[in-house]
């Protein structure tokens, strides 16, 4: 499922590409149809076109390799879960090089082949893929599914440390998953991201602030959606706890607020509960 929302967005990629021979023009038809079936839930029509999809990149690839084919094969191959396969095609997308204005291409592909290399184990290697892609990637959906990938790794590296070296890596996460959300400070998913931080942070207010920036600006997928509300929820529970008599009476007016114009039934039950 994960796998399908982070690259829902090559849907729209592929078909900007241009000088495509039939065989590169039929796999990305394939590969929007499998996209296509993935998001109404028909998982072996999905497979059955990455499979089509496949067979023709590798086709492109015997008669006209190109950057752009691997990069098409390389990304059929990891919804099919051939991840030592997708790696190669991926290098080999690296291998042709990429012209001048398809540095879209590029950073695809630099994230196709760091999700091949973290599911084969080489997780250091993809944690400095992704690190490199937050920080260089223009092509916002790649610097997000990037972003979550990263700080999801860094996250389970900060969780295994203790005390004030737990603390030292957090700050320092927060600091740079920060610097995206002041280069696009509209964007949910940031803000969403430097709440699941705070959480572990223990900045419980800080954190409900940022949930909220993240569902009022809007997030990626339904899934990350609810899991931001039950962040708030969970916010408001340890602040409840937490925060003085004087202090709660200041912040649970203002929480009551929000629950209103959410139209939540209660404070701790999200809309979306009562269906």
Not at 11 to 21: E, G, I, K, M, R
Request: aromatic residues 12%.
């Amino acid at each position: 499922m994960r796998k399908n929302i982070l690259l829902l967005f090559l849907l729209s990629l592929a078909c900007v590409l241009s000088s495509c021979t039939s065989h590169l023009k039929d796999a990305k038809f394939y590969y929007v149809q499998a996209q296509e079936s993935s998001r109404s839930y028909k998982t072996e029509i999905a497979i059955g076109s990455y499979k089509k999809s496949l067979q023709e990149a590798e086709k492109e690839v015997a008669k006209n390799p190109s950057s752009q084919a691997f990069m098409i094969k390389g990304l059929a191959e990891l919804h099919l879960n051939l991840w030592e396969d997708a790696e190669r095609s991926f290098l080999a997308a690296f291998s042709y090089g990429f012209d001048k204005g398809q540095e879209w291409a590029e950073w695809v592909s630099l994230f196709g082949l760091a999700s091949a290399m973290q599911e084969m184990g080489l997780a250091q290697s993809a944690f400095q893929i992704y690190a490199h892609l937050v920080g260089k990637s223009k092509l916002k959906p790649v610097t997000i599914f990037a972003a979550q990938k990263y700080t999801d790794m860094a996250l389970q590296r900060a969780l295994r440390e203790e005390g004030n070296q737990k603390d030292r890596f957090l700050s320092g996460l927060f600091k740079e998953v920060e610097k995206l959300t002041n280069r696009d400070l509209s964007c949910g998913f940031y803000h969403y991201l430097q709440a699941q931080i705070l959480s572990h942070m223990s900045d419980y207010r800080r954190c409900f602030e940022e949930c909220v920036m993240a569902r009022e600006l809007g997030l990626p997928t339904q899934e990350i959606f609810r899991d931001n509300d039950l962040q708030i929820v969970f916010c408001h529970q340890r602040l409840k706890e937490e925060l003085s008599s004087e202090d709660w009476e200041e912040f649970q007016p203002l929480y009551m607020q929000w629950v209103k114009r959410w139209n939540w039934p209660d404070p701790e039950a999200p809309d979306w509960k009562k269906r």
